[in-house]
């Protein structure tokens, strides 16, 4: 029997706390300031725009600028990668997000490449990955979803992780890959594993935690996991309607583990409010301030 679900919500509280703070500091010191968030569309897909509107409302809540550049679906790859350069170039924007995935036929990776790396909020450029494996995560804007996995892993396993085992299913560029330098930069013996790795029962037998993100609904069973396991849910899977609709995770829900991270409610709120606090970072690193 499951003990206890590991919500999102209280970390990201506090996580958001510490951005209006910041931001309030700015507003006190030079009123007229006020650091602006813009994310850059180039597709038709409906999720991306649900996402951007919510990025909206928080920023509004906060007191963030935000604005939308609509490059639609039917851009080139020449003109998306002027608009971020464009913006990067603007002191007036100090965050940019490129939304995923681009209508078909774009290259995610060529874009990246323009969008400048203290303005990469999402902690995607090959500058801040690169960063991030040479242990260098205090010069580095980091992935919010994988911070947001190594926030609840601390909550769970004590703040301290030295010596912590942790497997990470799924060696995707915006969460697994990265994840496991994050962790290994913590002192964490990380395994990392993939849809070739044989025996994952026995693969995770061992392990403290299981991280799972790799988009395919129910992957994570019960015949995966030990009582002793914490298992952090980075999967987002929408079910068709004629299955209820809804989001679901890579795991199974209320699977035989001590600690599991609902979907929703699990890594994804903590994930919105540290792409904010990479904002507040974001201002730091382009003013050649400490960050920590």
């Not at 799924?170 to 962790?183: D, E, I």
């Not at 993100?213 to 914490?230: D, K, N, S």
């Amino acid at each position: 029997m499951q003990e206890s679900r590991l919500i999102g919500k209280p970390l990201a509280d506090e996580v958001t706390r510490g951005v209006r703070e910041a931001l309030s500091e700015w507003a006190r010191l030079t009123p007229s300031f006020r650091p602006q968030l813009v994310s850059v569309l180039a597709s038709d897909d409906e999720a991306s725009r649900v996402y951007v509107h919510s990025k909206e409302r928080q920023a509004g809540r906060l007191g963030v600028r935000f604005g939308v550049r609509d490059l639609g679906a039917g851009t080139t790859q020449e003109n998306l990668h002027a608009a971020l350069r464009e913006l990067s170039d603007d002191p007036g924007v100090h965050g940019i997000v490129l939304e995923l995935p681009l209508a078909g036929g774009l290259d995610a990776d060529a874009a990246l490449l323009h969008i400048a790396p203290r303005k990469d909020v999402e902690g995607l450029t090959p500058a801040n990955l690169a960063l991030i494996a040479a242990g260098r995560e205090t010069e580095a804007l980091l992935p919010p979803t994988p911070r947001s996995v190594r926030f609840l892993l601390r909550a769970a396993l004590g703040d301290d992780l030295r010596g912590r085992r942790v497997a990470v299913i799924g060696p995707g560029r915006t969460v697994g890959r990265p994840l496991a330098f994050m962790l290994n930069n913590r002192g964490v013996t990380v395994t990392l594993c993939n849809e070739h790795t044989r025996d994952l029962a026995a693969v995770l037998a061992e392990q403290d935690a299981v991280v799972v993100a790799v988009g395919h609904a129910g992957l994570l069973r019960p015949e995966h996991v030990q009582p002793h396991h914490v298992v952090i849910d980075a999967g987002i899977n929408v079910r068709p309607e004629e299955e209820g609709g809804g989001v679901v995770g890579d795991a199974l829900p209320e699977l035989p583990v001590r600690m599991q991270t609902p979907v929703p409610g699990g890594v994804g709120p903590l994930t919105s409010a540290l792409m904010y606090q990479n904002l507040v970072r974001a201002v730091k690193l382009q003013r050649g301030e400490r960050v920590e």
